[in-house]
């Protein structure tokens, strides 16, 4: 079923340009225009408007929620324009955009989607014909949004919720955020903040038709998620327990042989046991969370499931016991008194940057030049000119703590029997072991049978080194 529109434009309609707009939703929508207006789509409806091909900064996105009287007025819980069906003003947050100029530099049409109003529905952006340039952002970001960014029916964007320069962009200074990258991972040709990468905006040459989809998902036989994305059992894509747990389909799902994988392991309570013991002050207090670290995870199949259901569980017991010692609780992200140490050991190899600072960041302290190039490269980071991204972006600084486990042979150590005693001998015996610094030895001791009681393992034996 079509809904055309036409009474907004007076141009030949053989020089506008066509824009076919689809719900494959399986609930109603009320796209909104600008040009164009707003239509209420039942699932599997269609409206097509007709937009002057000089148009500049035009949108589309998709109203969730909405209720109408035959007037036209109204609200909807997503995307609202001031209460109006037909739509005069930009919607408010969150709302997923497509959004496009026609006909500008050099004749080329200029489209793009954008997630720096937030997310409310999964969308699609392609030309009908004579363009190669599809995008989409088919991931429901909805179902794995930061807790700060929750909000009814969609995933706010921060400068909604903090109304900061940081995050507002309002001064000239404009950065990435953790945030801003959240929103990236998931959808990565979609702009995540206003000044992201200008290679997010797609070209076409003028005189392109387009068509605009609303929750494009595929089904879980095909779901054709990112590499590093789970297709949960209803086809959807994403990360975390509803999508990696229990009837995953397809992608890095959680490894669920024994009584149980990572995630039921390391449940909300017993991450938030140690993440609470964090005072009010510290920098790490929601920095670090269960959800990034489960994502981080998705990476290294092997960590917390390898061997029998104990050995599962000692692994997780130590590794959060050396977080818990190094971190003081996720109560630091930086190594205390860092930036005056010199942790530049520089070869032809493992050059140094002088303007950067390779001291010890993330849950285990990544420290040394070598160490964050090595690490860089296997988690697609410049460790050698941005270091700081370790202590920036919260799952890259789970990765690398990871990626030290499982490069420096800390997971062969734990899940062979060795004991716990190894696992101090590589992360820091040169300093604890042999009886350099008892103390500290036996606090790391301590934290893993504090956490192989909470997770009802015996701890095995060679605890001390």
Not at 64 to 93: A, I, M, V, W
Not at 419 to 438: L, M, S
């Amino acid at each position: 079923m079509s809904i055309p529109i036409f009474s907004f434009l007076l141009l030949p309609l053989c020089h506008a340009a066509i824009f076919d707009i689809v719900n494959q939703c399986n609930y109603t929508i009320w796209p909104a225009a600008i040009p164009g207006g707003g239509r209420e789509l039942l699932p599997g409806q269609n409206w097509t408007i007709f937009v002057n091909p000089r148009m500049d900064e035009g949108r589309i996105w998709a109203r969730t929620g909405c209720t109408f009287n035959k007037s036209g007025h109204g609200r909807c819980e997503t995307g609202d324009c001031n209460g109006l069906l037909e739509c005069q003003t930009y919607g408010s947050p969150p709302n997923t955009l497509a959004e496009f100029t026609l006909n500008g530099f050099n004749n080329l049409d200029f489209i793009d989607i954008s997630l720096v109003e937030g997310f409310n529905v999964p969308i699609e952006f392609s030309p009908t014909a004579g363009c190669n340039h599809a995008i989409q952002c088919s991931t429901n970001i909805t179902g794995q949004c930061p807790d700060e960014l929750k909000t009814s029916g969609g995933c706010n964007n921060p400068c909604t919720v903090f109304n900061t320069d940081e995050y507002c962009c309002r001064s000239g200074n404009c950065k990435s955020t953790n945030y801003s990258n959240f929103f990236k991972r998931l959808c990565p040709n979609a702009y995540s903040y206003p000044v992201d990468d200008e290679n997010n905006t797609f070209t076409c040459v003028g005189g392109t038709d387009y068509r605009v989809v609303f929750s494009p998902f595929t089904m879980a036989q095909n779901c054709g998620c990112p590499a590093d994305l789970c297709c949960s059992n209803f086809g959807y894509c994403g990360t975390g327990d509803p999508y990696c747990g229990n009837g995953c389909q397809q992608g890095p799902c959680y490894n669920s042989t024994g009584s149980g994988n990572v995630a039921d392991i390391v449940t909300q309570e017993f991450f938030d046991g140690i993440a609470n013991q964090a005072g009010a002050g510290c920098v790490g207090k929601g920095f670090y969370t269960r959800k990034a670290f489960l994502t981080a995870t998705l990476a290294y199949s092997q960590f917390g499931t390898t061997g029998s259901d104990d050995v599962k569980k000692r692994e997780i017991a130590a590794y959060f016991a050396h977080v818990t010692h190094e971190t003081g609780h996720f109560c630091y992200i930086d190594e205390i008194n860092g930036a005056s140490q010199n942790y530049c050991q520089a070869s032809t190899a493992y050059p140094c940057n002088a303007d950067k600072k390779y001291f010890g960041r993330g849950p285990l302290q990544l420290t040394w030049n070598y160490n964050y190039i090595d690490a860089g490269n296997a988690l697609n980071f410049d460790g050698l000119n941005a270091p700081e991204t370790v202590g920036s972006d919260r799952v890259i600084s789970f990765k690398s703590s990871l990626w030290f486990w499982t490069a420096k042979k800390v997971h062969d150590a734990i899940t062979s029997g060795q004991g716990f005693g190894a696992t101090i001998r590589i992360i820091n015996g040169g300093v604890e072991c042999d009886g350099k610094n008892t103390d500290q030895m036996n606090a790391r001791v301590g934290y893993y049978k504090d956490y192989c009681s909470q997770l009802g393992v015996d701890p095995g034996d060679n605890l001390t080194c």
